[in-house]
């Protein structure tokens, strides 16, 4: 009898994920079916798509805003009630994606593909997969009519990747109490594997600061037939050659330091004992050297600044009148981009190359890795992958986490949708998250909302 029973208990259990799945899959595809690229796509009928399903599923009307400041960049926010015994807990993904011309796939990026156990089509890792996770777990709460401890709040926003009208920097200057949270979650935090062994799941507390600098040279010329020795791009060139040959010096913070510490027990070899070392005090000069030869590692040990465009003159007959450059530099959290600005002056070492900041960065400070929420990620990561540590990470690029934490809304960087640490298609051709994946990361996401809920 009680085999039959629990028996029974399982097939239902079964069922249960089945439907959740195809529910999951329906969203994911209409996402990604939905063209949401700055140039030719429109972020607002994927909000609108998720707002009518959230109002099928029960959600009342008043709960759920589509808005933004243009026609095509359409953000939804949505609130789902709880008692108000805490406060609210956002959950945030963009709804935007890079752009994806069709001559360079293998199949139509606009099209879910599901191909030997992977869903294909631009978004389906950044950021699709936790938008439709997100909203797949706001309608299963609601069937289980669920209560609660504080409101959670959906917010799929626009121009993450591109465009002027980035939604959440939008919501946060134009309706902040509509998406005022104790914390976020977002993505950015890394679920890995290698070899096809489950590696380890990162969380996402920090990220480095974004800033450009146009560097140019500016020169009477003339007629390249009588050349002068003050060329301005022989300035500009040697003044590269100079800032190619330097490196910022060796920093770590809380959350990188942790890093080299948890993955030392995971590598092997000379790299173990290097991650081992760097975190020495001083760090231990040999290992930083090798270190630094890796791009990934380098990036966590130190700010960055790199060549990355570079224009001059207007004729193959005349000394060039101008040379310019654009350097980009990925500042360690703390580093100040006026500093950084005139390092950079001290390294060029040429006062004909001016140094100008492009645009205005956008520092922000670790969220703090509270216990409260490290947890329960923990806890949740072990019961599904045993063994595979939670690790913080600093990303090495930037996502809309920087506003909210800006705004005193700390930003939490997880995901639970395990990609090869050797294939990640983000931005790519061929962008793809494995099936068995997706599904893994749906109940992930869903427990999560719960245990940070309850
Ligand atoms: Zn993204």
Known sequence: MISRFIISLMLFALAEDESLNQLARAIYKQLIEIN???????TTAAAEAMAE??????????DIQV?????????????????????P???????????????????????????DGYFYGRGTTDDKAMAAVWVTTFIRLRQEDYKPDRDLILALTADEEAGDHNGVDWLLKNHHDLIDADFALNEGGESLTKDGKYLLNAVQPSEKVYQSFRLEVRNPGGHSSRPVKDNAIYH??????RLSRYQFPVRLTEVTAGYFQSM??????QLAADMKAVIKNPPDKAA??????????NALLRSTCVAT???????????????????NCRLLPGDSPVEVRSRLMRILDDSTITVTPIGEANPSDPSPIRPDIISPIEQITSQMWPGVPVIPVMSTGATDGLYLRNAGIPTYGVSGFFEDINDTRAHGRDERLGVKQFYQGREFLYRLVKALSS
């Not at 807990?89 to 191909?115: C, I, M, N, Y």
């Not at 050297?289 to 590692?297: T, W």
């Open 264 to 269: 030392a027990l995971l590598e092997t070899g």
């Open 36 to 42: 949401t690229t700055d140039s030719a796509g429109n």
């Open 89 to 115: 807990l956002l959950l945030l993904a963009h709804l935007d994606v890079v752009e994806a011309p069709r001559e360079d796939w293998s199949g139509d990026p606009f099209k879910l593909t599901e191909k």
């Open 288 to 297: 930083v050297a090798r270190l630094s030869a890796l791009p990934y590692e």
């Open 309 to 327: 465009r570079l224009e001059s003159g207007h004729a193959d007959n005349a000394l060039p009148q101008t040379a310019r450059a654009v350097v």
């Open 53 to 62: 399903r959230l109002k099928a599923a029960g959600f009342p009307e008043s």
């Open 67 to 87: 808005l933004g400041p243009d026609p095509r960049k359409g953000n939804l926010v949505a609130r789902y009630r709880g008692n108000n015994r805490r406060k």
């Open 236 to 241: 500009l060139a040697e003044g590269l050659v």
